[in-house]
């Protein structure tokens, strides 16, 4: 549309008035609407005596009908205050005014123009609580870290952990509010080259972080601060061992260790004032990875730190140490006596009433003693490695269901199973974290397992979600079958020690040799075989590898080669790199990558006679049985199939998991 005249525009007085007083458009916009110039609509606006309103009053009459302040409202001191906490662009959008306005009335009043960090600071405490100091001195000592701006007149502060440890990083979080930013999703890559998925929180960069900054860190590298022996409170202490501490296997209830990062020096001095100042019996161990501070008067440690911990961390706590409000919350005087007296219960003569007492009860001392892992001590071990070599699991036609000795011994050196899950589902650790989930799993543990107990808890626990092991007696009975005498077995993708029980209980081996792509299962493994070495009945050494089997370096040939290969990724155990669902992103791709190359490379590497055989099952909507029985049978030809038998305490059908066996020709 061309421009108008004044003339023919169509344009009345009354309509004018009306849309430059009332709707407050300017002359441009009128202009646009009926084709005129901005000059016109001024031309036309001052001849029918139509006073001029400059672009302040406009947006500040705006701004009022939108039910927002008018700027000219606002006395000097207010308006400071304001732009002290806000700054120019939130005051514009609060004032409905542009951000040059804002500047100009700030300009006009002689105050400062203030940068973002220096505005934080303003409205920020001038001083940290005490409980502050002590949480972010224990968190520099552990996992959390500092660092400076450019002009290094201020630092901020940053942690990150795991998804399963989100409940203690938010307690971070609150105890330094309000310098606390986001809690946000985060991947972190770890030394191992590995990445973890996890939360993330950081504060504000602010000057009261600096002296801790140059406290903890010299020419950017972090070492034990010259206040140390000052500082170190319990709960600085406390929030130390919440990030860097666990429970070692030394005694049945464990003791408490520091894995520590700092130098061997800085690590003396510590364990010297740890003795000196609490009398803690620490003493420094040196292993291939790091140094670690074992804590061997562990009464007196739990007794300095207990009550300062999160009650998501107290699992860190030597169990008959773990003290909570029982007396008064479950009618009991110890924690013992809560799973003593359940023993006893007739679970199937209780009222209604009772029952929710007792489930009551039994949640609040699962809460208060923490999710309790499986630990077999000298004396255990020597039980069940008795048991694992004097079972007799059948294998043809079917392995039957139970056989489960050994079970505990396993996962008492791989506490990171109770982290693994299947795809969608939950890990046994999420639940037990979960109040509803905890009380759901221990009323199945009333109604389908006849009564409750730790054990019994783990195993309701797994049926949400948790993963398998392989069962040790059952593997014996494999390599009792199979394995040539004085023969070697390779474990491709070892797990979580089941066929390495069995394989060093069975009285035909002499060495196992393990391979998995989790550092934390290759470290547990690693313990375990150390322990079953030294055990008087068992004859066998044992070796495992870090590394995916693809790119491990065999240095022999083994008579028997015997694994469960992973599911795809229907179970997820870890996030290392080297996780075979982690490096191939498809089922296809992982087919031809992982699964044809573990059959061809271990076939390969078996002995003239010697025998291959893989446990595996269907697993969601993968048929990877379907397809690793064709692979066997084409690569290595099937002489073969065994049929474990998986029950379940809810009832309905037995299922079946195969093991395929191929037998290499003889030379």
């Known amino acids: 549309m061309g421009k108008q005249t004044h003339k023919n525009h169509g344009l009345d007085v009354e309509m004018l008035r009306g849309l430059y007083e009332k709707q407050l458009l300017s002359d441009a916009e009128i202009g646009r609407l009926y084709g005129l110039s901005d000059a016109g609509v001024s031309y036309l606006r001052r001849r029918h005596g139509i006073q001029t309103l400059s672009a302040r009053n406009r947006r500040a009459q705006q701004a009022v009908r939108r039910g927002l302040r008018d700027i000219r409202s606002v ?227 739990t007794g ?94 079917v392995v039957p269901t139970g056989h489960t000795q050994g079970a505990s011994l396993c996962l008492t050196y791989c506490h990171h199973f109770w982290k693994a899950h299947r795809k969608g589902r939950r890990s046994p650790w999420q639940v037990f974290h979960d109040d509803d989930k905890l009380r759901k799993a221990i009323r199945g543990c009333i109604r389908y397992r006849g009564g409750i107990s730790e054990a019994k808890l783990r195993a309701e626990l797994q049926t949400f979600g948790g993963v398998h092991n392989f069962r040790a007696s059952v593997a014996k009975a494999v390599v009792d079958r199979w394995c040539a005498p004085g023969g070697t077995v390779l474990d491709p993708c070892a797990g979580w020690g089941g066929r390495l029980l069995g394989t060093l209980c069975s009285q035909r081996a002499v060495h196992y040799e393990g391979v998995d792509a989790s550092l934390a299962t290759v470290r547990g493994l690693r313990r375990f075989g150390h322990k079953l070495e030294e055990n008087e009945q068992v004859r066998a050494t044992c070796a495992v590898s870090h590394a995916a089997f693809e790119d491990w370096e065999p240095t022999g040939r083994f008579d028997l080669v015997f694994t469960s290969p992973p599911y795809f990724d229907a179970e997820w155990y870890s996030n290392d790199s080297g996780q075979s669902a982690v490096r191939y992103a498809t089922y296809s791709e992982w087919l031809e990558s992982f699964l044809r190359v573990l059959v061809e490379k271990s076939w390969a590497l078996l002995k003239p006679g010697g025998r291959l055989a893989l446990n595996v099952a269907d697993a969601g909507s993968y048929p990877i049985a379907e397809d690793l029985r064709a692979m066997v049978e084409a690569h290595c030809g099937l002489e073969t199939t065994l049929r474990m038998a998986l029950a379940s305490v809810y009832g309905g059908e037995t299922r079946y998991e195969p093991v395929f066996v191929s037998q290499a020709k003889r030379g």
């Open 75 to 301: 006395e000097r001191a207010e308006f400071e205050k304001l732009y002290r906490n806000h700054g120019e662009r939130a005051l514009a959008r609060m004032f409905g005014c542009s951000k040059i306005l804002i500047r100009r009335k700030r300009e006009e009043w002689g105050i400062a123009a203030l940068g973002k960090e220096q505005r934080l600071q303003g409205r920020m405490p001038e001083v940290l609580t005490v409980a502050q100091r002590e949480v972010l001195y224990g968190s520099l000592l552990g996992d959390g870290g500092l660092s400076l701006n450019r002009s290094e007149t201020a630092a901020r502060y940053a942690e990150f952990h795991s998804i399963d440890q989100v409940a203690y990083l938010r307690w971070k979080h609150d105890v330094l509010e309000p310098f606390s930013g986001k809690v946000t999703p985060s991947d972190k890559m770890l030394v191992d080259g590995r990445i973890a998925v996890g939360r993330v929180f950081r504060t504000c960069f602010h000057s009261l972080f600096v002296p801790y900054h140059q406290l903890f860190y010299e020419e950017g590298v972090r070492h034990l601060p010259a206040d140390f022996e000052e500082e170190l409170t319990p709960l600085a202490l406390a929030v130390w061992y919440m990030d860097d501490g666990h429970l070692a296997d030394r005694t049945a209830d464990g003791v408490p260790t520091i894995f520590s990062a700092f130098g061997l020096p800085d690590i003396v001095r510590a364990v010297e004032h740890l003795n000196a100042k609490w009398c803690l019996d620490a003493q420094p161990v040196t292993r291939e990875d790091g140094t670690v501070i074992w804590l061997n008067n562990k009464d007196r440690f």
């Open 304 to 397: 300095l730190v207990y009550d300062h911990m999160h009650p998501s961390m107290r699992y860190k706590v030597p169990l008959s140490l773990r003290r909570h409000a029982v007396e008064s919350v479950c009618g009991f005087k110890h924690l013992s006596d809560i799973l003593k007296r359940a023993a006893g219960v007739d679970w199937a003569s209780l009222a209604e009433g009772e029952l929710r007492e007792w489930e009551e009860r039994l949640f609040r001392y699962w809460r208060g003693v923490g999710f309790s892992m499986p630990y077999a001590d000298a004396e255990a071990r020597d039980k069940q490695v008795g048991e694992v070599i004097r079972s007799g699991a059948p294998l043809e036609p």
